[in-house]
C-alpha cells in the first residue's frame, strides 16, 4: 500500500506560483512512477504531470508545459510540482497519484491516490 499527502495548496493571484509537495511512504518513490493530476467543479480529472522513477523522465499537459515543472527528492520520499505564471483556469483540487507500469497519461494505469490539495487563483 502506497500513502501519499499532498500539501501547498492555496489561494494565489493570477501570475503568481505555489510549490505542491507530496509525501509518499517510504520506499514508493524510488519504485513507482508518480504524477498530479487535477479536477476543477464540473470537470474530469485531468492529467498534469508524471516524473519515471527509472531514468527521471517528466511529462506534462500541453496546457501546463513550460510553466511547471514536477521533480522529485528520493531521500525526503517527497514529488514537488513547482507551478508558476498561474492562470484562473489552473484553480482545481490537485491529486498526487502513483502507478507501476502503463502510460504516464492514462488516468486508469494510477493505482494510489492522495486526498488532494486545493489551488485557487484568482484574476
Known amino acids: 500500500q502506497v500513502q501519499l499527502v499532498e500539501s501547498g495548496g492555496g489561494l494565489v493571484q493570477a501570475g503568481g506560483s505555489l510549490r505542491l509537495s507530496c509525501a509518499a511512504s517510504?520506499?514508493?518513490?524510488?519504485?513507482?512512477?508518480l504524477g498530479w493530476f487535477r479536477q476543477a467543479p464540473g470537470r474530469e480529472r485531468e492529467f498534469v504531470a508524471a516524473?519515471?522513477?527509472?531514468?527521471?523522465?517528466?511529462y506534462y499537459a500541453d496546457s501546463v508545459k513550460g510553466r511547471f515543472t514536477i521533480s522529485r527528492d528520493n531521500d525526503k520520499n517527497t514529488v514537488y510540482l513547482q507551478m508558476k505564471s498561474l492562470k484562473p483556469e489552473d484553480t482545481a483540487v490537485y491529486y498526487c497519484?502513483?502507478?507501476?507500469?502503463?502510460?504516464?497519461?492514462?488516468?486508469?494505469?494510477?493505482?494510489?491516490w492522495g486526498q488532494g490539495t486545493q489551488v485557487t487563483v484568482s484574476s
Open positions: 497519484t502513483a502507478k507501476r507500469g502503463g502510460s504516464p497519461y492514462n488516468i486508469d494505469d494510477y493505482a494510489y
Open positions: 517510504v520506499g514508493a518513490i524510488r519504485t513507482y512512477e
Open positions: 516524473i519515471s522513477w527509472s531514468d527521471d523522465g517528466t
